[in-house]
């Protein structure tokens, strides 16, 4: 167990983090947060490795986030994405220099879901415990077994970047594994997660148009709340009670709470912006519609043609076929009457 590391928990000392730091060498960068109650993560607990010495930034007690744009513009993570969203959400900006250790794994064999105590294993035959991920990181004072846990998190990621750095460059993988990490970043500043939802709605309950237009009214309408109010989603509405609204379309204070089961105090409070969003729906161009496609016969021979192409191409070289395009996207490429040609990582990966 590591013992010796570095308690942050006021600006003063983080800015004196910082001021010690030398050069611009990746440092290897954690994070603990809290998801159950907000719409954005609330961060708990950064973890940091820089030069082999350990610090633990309390976040709760951290106000002045911009001394983080700085400290974390070059890092070395696993499975960044939520990692990344604290990090965008704290300042509006991503760091500039990103080694996501899962991505790059991922390109050298190990599939797309190891796990970062798998990869331990593999490559340093060290295990590492599970216990603590789902701990109260918001309590304080955190437990020795919750700060063993979470230096844990670091120990490795330098060395793991070392090893799948040089595999990726030995492989010439190293402009894919740039491309993915760009597309990640970008993934994270441009959400799309009402497209999805509605996408998922609108096909599973083969909605006509005028329903899909309430769906979208209805899902932008959660969206703005729930951001506003800082609670997640589903405390909002739920997405089957998104569908039973459009099916149903309750007219009265009553009808929402007998037909759909929204909390009474909630429908009295929401009432007439919900009944209003029936008007904005009505009134929606239709090409603002989220795209989702149902292939023809001939489409869907294409689709599986090209479905097997990815897949014995990606299979030749040892990788997830989901890294160049997931199963939607490639219905929706299809439908375009685009080819795998379209796809930029396609096209790296067959250089």
């Known amino acids: 167990m590591i013992t010796d590391y570095t308690w942050i928990d006021d600006n003063s000392q983080l800015e004196d983090l910082i001021l010690t730091i030398k050069?611009?060498?990746?440092?290897?960068?954690?994070?603990e947060f809290e998801r159950i109650s907000t719409f954005y993560p609330k961060p708990a607990l950064f973890q940091l490795k820089i030069d082999g010495e350990y610090y633990l930034?309390?976040?709760?007690?951290?106000?002045?986030?911009?001394?983080?744009?700085?400290?974390?513009?070059?890092?070395?993570?696993?499975?960044?994405s939520e990692d990344l969203e604290i990090l965008y959400n704290l300042n509006g900006q991503l760091p500039d220099f990103i080694f996501d250790t899962q991505i790059a794994?991922?390109?050298?064999?190990?599939?797309l879901h190891f796990s970062y105590q798998n990869i331990v294993k593999e490559l340093f035959d060290v295990e590492l415990s599970k216990a603590h991920s789902r701990s109260d990181w918001m309590k304080r004072p955190l437990s020795s077994e919750q700060i063993e846990y979470a230096i844990d998190d670091v120990v490795y990621l330098t060395e793991m970047k070392q090893i799948l750095e040089d595999e990726l460059n030995k492989q010439g993988r190293m402009g894919w594994y740039e491309f993915l990490i760009n597309q990640r970043k970008e993934a994270i500043v441009g959400s799309n997660h009402i497209a999805k939802t509605f996408v998922s709605i609108c096909k599973s309950k083969r909605f006509k148009v005028?329903?899909?237009?309430?769906?979208?009214?209805?899902?932008?309408?959660r969206e703005e709340v729930a951001i506003a109010r800082d609670k997640p989603r589903t405390w909002i509405l739920k997405?089957?009670?998104?569908?039973?609204?459009?099916?149903?379309k309750p007219q009265t204070e009553g009808a929402y709470?007998?037909?759909?089961?929204?909390?009474?105090?909630?429908?009295k409070h929401n009432l007439r912006a919900l009944l209003s969003l029936y008007?904005?729906?009505?009134?929606?161009?239709?090409?603002?519609?989220?795209?989702?496609?149902?292939?023809s016969p001939e489409q869907g021979d294409i689709f599986n043609a090209m479905k097997q192409e990815l897949a014995n191409k990606c299979d030749s070289l040892n990788i997830p076929a989901?890294?160049?395009i997931n199963v939607s996207d490639l219905k929706s490429l299809v439908a375009a009457g685009k080819t795998l040609d379209d796809i930029k990582m396609w096209r790296l990966i067959n250089q």
């Open 23 to 31: 050069g611009d060498e990746a440092l290897a960068f954690d994070s």
């Open 57 to 80: 930034i309390d976040m709760k007690n951290i106000s002045n986030h911009t001394p983080l744009t700085k400290l974390l513009n070059n890092i070395i993570l696993h499975s960044g």
């Open 105 to 111: 794994a991922s390109l050298c064999g190990y599939g």
């Open 210 to 221: 005028p329903q899909q237009k309430l769906v979208l009214a209805l899902l932008k309408w």
């Open 239 to 248: 997405n089957a009670e998104i569908i039973d609204i459009v099916i149903k």
């Open 257 to 267: 709470i007998k037909d759909i089961g929204l909390y009474a105090k909630f429908v």
């Open 279 to 295: 008007q904005k729906a009505e009134s929606m161009a239709e090409v603002l519609l989220p795209k989702f496609d149902k292939l």
């Open 322 to 324: 989901s890294l160049v």
